[in-house]
């Protein structure tokens, strides 16, 4: 079971990335995802999650109104869209599951130690 995390790159304010989450060896459909990120220094943090079955999604502040997170099951990929990207977005991006949990619960815990599977990073850079 793995989680292939891309996309990232370094743009400048203002602009927009799409970051995806490749998932293979298992279906999805009982899992929610979910994309936290971590700057230097800081903790891993929440930033948005969906649930595969119902494509119910949540938001951290940070990236309410200027995130969007989708899936396509087809591809069994799970996208990222960052749009009027700041300097404080700049991070290593991961995406994760959690079997048999929602994108509201996991938005609500904001934890990063309660999900089942990670992927690697990807570093999203934003300049001025």
């Known amino acids: 079971v793995q989680l292939q995390a891309s996309g990232g790159g370094s743009v400048q304010v203002g602009g927009s990335l799409r970051l995806s989450c490749a998932a293979s060896g298992r279906s999805f459909s009982d899992y929610g995802m979910a994309w936290f990120r971590q700057a230097p220094g800081k903790e891993r943090e929440f930033v948005a999650a969906?649930?595969?079955?119902?494509?119910?999604?949540y938001y951290s502040d940070s990236g309410e109104g200027r995130f969007t997170i989708s899936r396509d099951s087809a591809k069994n990929t799970v996208y990222l869209q960052m749009n009027a990207l700041k300097p404080e977005d700049t991070a290593v991006y991961y995406c994760a599951a959690r079997i048999f949990t929602s994108a509201q619960t996991m938005g609500a815990e904001g934890s990063a130690s309660g999900m089942d599977i990670w992927g690697k990073g990807t570093q999203v850079t934003v300049s001025s």
């Open positions: 969906i649930t595969w079955k119902n494509d119910n999604t």
